[in-house]
């Protein structure tokens, strides 16, 4: 009993002690432990809510886009009713208006048939659905290529580029002498020469950055010949089908779940201009795909388990990204839009070693850009100097000129370098007063500004085929241009096409805003709950990106096939906005079936 009572005394007497202990002196690692918790969930609610805003200009833009294509219908103006490159043009016409009863019946019927095919191909295993898609993909693109059946090609830059990476592999470095071919030269060279195609020296002169292009245009020319117009093709084909997948990655870690990755390929295998963008003769597909591949590289850093891996998925994809940058230089705005999702990750989840890891990969990729034309100089001997300024993109961006399309591309940087005898600072000069004085123009007439950019906004993304039709017959064709690429391509069956293609776009534009504020809405309901890394990074990239490439192009020099690729950015949320749609639709009638067996 005493020792029972003197442990119960005991025991009573230590319970008030402890606790008086404790609080004198407070756990210190326990309070570290709590203000750890405090600062993560601080730091994940900022990162939340800059997605939040980021997500609200991106839903007021595509709200704009979506009005813009409902009012607007933009098409090419032809010189005749023919196919080919002698009765195309890059003038657009605007047909502004109401939508029809028709166009909105369409849109109605289109939205229903998905509806149709996404119910049906949910039931599909993912994998099997993800491998239909790109089969499909693979095979529409290579009929295409082969029904068109391009021997030649007649847009100016991939002339100068095939003519630039002949002389490499031909060895016929003299071409890219200054004195080659100077204006005046009768020699038979130069005589048997396009007169509309510059000297090597001369357009690497006006644009160092293309070296790099052209480097793809020497990898497919050493397999397949300088001239091969379909192999070029046909290796656009194959990246447009490993975008496709990088898309897909993409819908997965933004949260689609069967019926998203339904609506994603029921999306993407009916857009047209997806399905003709590999007969433009240009690196613009595959350094999308390239650059799209490595931002999804980037994603799966943030779903490795050990630090090592994530260190070398960050420094691989932003390597990837380099190299797609490096085909087309524009595309660095997706490697922004990488970093900046990095950002709000490494602010959520403070792991800020993965931010330093990303900025050192990121500047060793840009850095990567800059070697092709010191390649290039290097093997020709000669220098190029610093071309045009980036200022004059942006001239071509706000010019308006009597027979143009505002915004569209005009000889004035040309003129301006050959005033200016190539002078880098002279130049930039004359492009900063001409920018100076459009703006103050557009500050004392704001009229005339939304009727500029309203015109110039039409005419990238309201054109229903982002020029991809036009650049399907820039070229002379094997077969002349008969049967489907004629039908297509001219009279009443591109005028059915390009109906189709201008309500798929409108639907497009309407999902995807669906999306947005779906996904906008859960992230505000969820702000205190975690969000995964790789859904975090996913969501930011694929708002910042489309915001970078609406509003670099929105100054920009103008051109469809040039925002093609961020509408394509569009496609994941659209198909988020779609699932959105069929959750709401299945709630719907299970409450109304709900409601019937209670009555």
């Known amino acids: 009993m005493s020792r029972t009572a003197n442990g119960t005394e005991g025991s009573t007497a230590t319970i008030p002690q402890a606790h008086h202990q404790a609080a004198a002196h407070p756990n210190p690692a326990a309070g570290h432990q709590g203000a750890q918790r405090g600062a993560r969930t601080i730091c994940a609610a900022i990162s939340r809510w800059l997605l939040t805003i980021a ?24 010189r005749n009713e023919g196919v080919g490159s002698a009765s195309v043009t890059e003038l657009v016409n605007p047909h502004l208006g109401a939508p029809s009863f028709a166009f909105i019946c369409g849109c109605v019927v289109l939205v229903a048939m998905l509806m149709l095919i996404v119910h049906g191909a949910a039931r599909v295993k993912q994998r099997n659905t993800l491998l239909f898609l790109l089969v499909f993909v693979t095979i529409a693109q290579i009929l295409w290529i082969a029904a068109v059946g391009l021997t030649t090609y007649d847009y100016p830059d991939s002339r100068s580029l095939i003519d630039g990476a002949d002389a490499l592999l031909t060895g016929d470095t003299a071409r890219y002498s200054p004195d080659f071919c100077l204006p005046g030269t009768q020699s038979e060279v130069c005589l048997s020469r396009p007169h509309d195609v510059p000297s090597p020296h001369a357009y690497f002169s006006y644009y160092p950055f293309q070296t790099g292009p052209m480097l793809w245009y020497v990898f497919a020319g050493s397999i397949f010949g300088s001239h091969n117009i379909i192999a070029f093709q046909i290796l656009n084909a194959f990246a447009i089908t490993g975008l496709v997948a990088a ?28 399905l003709m963008f590999a007969t433009f003769v240009y690196p613009n597909a595959v350094g999308f795909s390239i650059t799209m591949a490595g931002v999804a590289l980037i994603a799966q850093a943030f779903r490795t388990q050990r630090a090592w891996q994530c260190v ?19 595309f660095i705005i997706l490697m922004l839009a990488a970093i900046i999702g990095i950002v709000l990750v490494v602010i959520a989840n403070r792991k800020w070693w993965q931010g330093a890891v990303a900025l050192v990969s990121f500047g060793g990729a840009y850095m990567l850009t800059k070697l092709p034309v010191r390649i290039i100089e290097h093997i020709t001997h000669q220098d190029f100097g610093k071309g045009m300024p980036m200022l004059s993109w942006i001239t071509l961006g706000l010019n308006e000129h009597e027979g143009t ?49 309203s015109m110039k906004l039409s005419s990238e993304w309201a054109e229903p085929t982002f020029m991809t039709s036009l650049y399907s017959q820039l070229g002379s064709s094997a077969h002349g241009f008969t049967g489907l690429p004629q039908w297509l391509l001219s009279g009443t069956g591109a005028a059915r096409l390009t109906s189709y293609e201008n309500i798929a776009q409108t639907v497009l534009y309407a999902l995807a805003l669906t999306g947005v504020i779906a996904m906008l809405v859960s992230v505000v309901r969820s702000v205190a709950r975690p969000m995964e890394d790789a859904m975090m990074f996913a969501r930011t990239f694929l708002c910042a990106a489309f915001l970078g490439g609406f509003l670099c192009y929105l100054f920009w020099e103008a051109k469809g096939i040039y925002t093609l690729p961020f509408y394509l950015l569009l496609f994941p ?6 699932q959105t749609i069929m959750r709401a639709t299945r709630t719907g009638v299970a409450r109304i079936r709900g409601t019937r067996q209670e009555a």
């Open 405 to 453: 399309t505002p915004g569209w591309w005009t000889a004035i940087p040309l003129n301006t370098y050959h005033k200016t005898h190539g002078d880098y600072g002279q130049q930039a000069q004359v492009a900063q007063e001409f920018v100076m004085e459009r703006m103050r123009h557009f500050v004392h007439d704001p009229g005339d500004a939304v009727d500029f950019f």
């Open 55 to 78: 997500m609200g200009f991106e839903a007021a833009v595509v709200a704009l886009l979506l009005v813009l294509s409902l009012i607007f219908t933009c098409v090419f103006k032809r």
């Open 247 to 274: 898309l897909w990655r993409l819908g997965t870690l933004i949260g689609l779940d069967d019926a998203g990755h339904a609506a994603l390929a029921a999306l993407l295998a009916t857009c047209v201009p997806l």
């Open 573 to 578: 949320l659209a198909a988020y906005g779609m």
């Open 312 to 330: 070398l998925a960050l420094v691989g994809g932003f390597l990837v990204c380099g190299v797609g940058v490096i085909l087309k230089s524009t």
